[in-house]
């Protein structure tokens, strides 16, 4: 029998400070404590996330979110046996001072410390507390990332298809902000949608019919400003929240009921998982369970909490792998990385953008 695995996982590659502990056990876990201190407040007067304003949130709240969860958990650090935290992507003033911290208390209290990357840790965020084994079509959509993936296994990912351009929960905040809807723009734009009509305007939607698993926003997103500029009232605004919502639900959706007829797992259950922060609006929940039904196979998705970024799905990436046996001799020795691709045999290949210095994106 695998020995159960306690580790604390740290957070921090966005606006979120977080640290969760928990316990890895049969290939089940059970959170201990799971922490999330937000900045809404600190970026809200900007309409949108300021990573200099960020990095010196984090580094205010790091120290005490992760006493909080440890207190909260009721351990020591001498209870732990490991370590992990997000070592990318994100911003890199963030990520910097969540792996930091990590590190220094693996170092302190003489455990393995694993860098995780953040987007893995979505990846594997439904199986927090659901039964999702190997392997499964990902949808990952957030406010960086929007791309399909085969999830083979542990570490094991393939690029299916992604945004050329704008992610679909950036588009979200644009139209938020284009709007004077406030921030965070995604909520904003899914409240004032349900008191609008979904019909009211035909926006585009880039690349619907080409084969393939590629999206496009940009597009979208110009043709919402357009429409924005002529809206005066409430009901107007309403009307272009709505009309821009169904139009991502139907592009998402449609997206994935092509990526499960292509998805072949033989006499097993098909399941479709879909993470991120966009994953938490209710309409394109709804969309895709159609799509997931239509294509044979059972919608998997994190409770809302854990669709967002959150440092649970952190400490289960790093517990897989320690459970996994394998080596974290180096990881006191890695990097930030502000891109890290999940797929990146794919991303050096044929980048989805340009890699520059940083590398590619996706």
């Known amino acids: 029998m695998t020995q159960p695995l306690t580790i604390l996982g740290i957070e921090t590659s966005c606006d979120e400070t977080a640290a969760a502990v928990l316990r890895y056990e049969a290939g089940r876990a ?53 370590v992990a935290a997000t070592a990318g992507p994100g911003l890199i003033g963030g990520v910097l001072v969540g792996l930091m911290n ?38 990952l959509v957030s406010g960086g990332h929007c791309q399909f993936l085969e999830v083979r296994g542990l570490g094991d990912y393939r690029r299916l298809g992604s945004t050329i351009d704008d992610a679909a929960g950036e588009a979200f905040d644009k139209v938020a902000k284009l709007l004077g809807l406030g921030f965070p723009g995604g909520p904003a734009v899914e409240r004032m949608a349900t008191a609008g009509n979904p019909k009211a305007h035909d926006f585009p939607r880039p690349l619907l019919n080409r084969p393939g698993l590629e999206m496009s926003f940009a597009g979208l997103k110009t043709a919402v400003a357009r429409a924005a500029e002529y809206a005066r009232s409430d009901s107007e ?21 092509r990526a499960l007829e292509a998805f072949d797992v033989g006499t097993d259950e098909k399941r479709f998982v879909v993470a991120g922060g966009v994953a938490s609006n209710k309409a394109i929940r709804a969309a895709l369970e159609a799509a997931a039904e239509a294509g044979g196979a059972r919608l998997i998705a994190p409770p809302l909490r854990h669709c967002t970024d959150n440092a649970a799905m952190i400490a289960l990436a790093g517990a897989e792998h320690l ?9 006191l020795a890695s990097g930030a990385r502000p891109r890290w691709p999940l797929d990146e045999a794919s991303a050096k290949a044929d980048p989805v953008f340009g890699a520059g210095r940083r590398g590619a994106k996706a």
């Open 30 to 82: 059970t959170l201990l404590s799971d922490v999330i201190r937000t900045q809404l407040a600190e970026h809200a007067p900007y309409l949108g996330v300021v990573p200099e304003i960020a990095a010196r949130a984090h580094a205010e709240l790091a120290d005490l979110t992760v006493a909080a969860a440890m207190n909260a958990a009721g351990l020591s650090y001498a209870d732990l046996d490991g």
């Open 102 to 139: 990590g590190k220094a208390i693996a170092q302190a209290a003489g455990k393995p410390f694993i860098p995780v990357n953040h987007l893995e840790g979505h990846a594997l965020s439904p199986r927090l507390g659901t039964d999702c084994p190997f392997p499964y079509i990902l949808l």
């Open 237 to 257: 605004k309403a009307d272009i929240c709505a009309s821009f919502q169904a139009t991502i639900c139907d592009v998402l959706s449609a997206r994935a009921r």
């Open 323 to 331: 459970a996994a046996g394998q080596s974290t001799q180096d990881g």
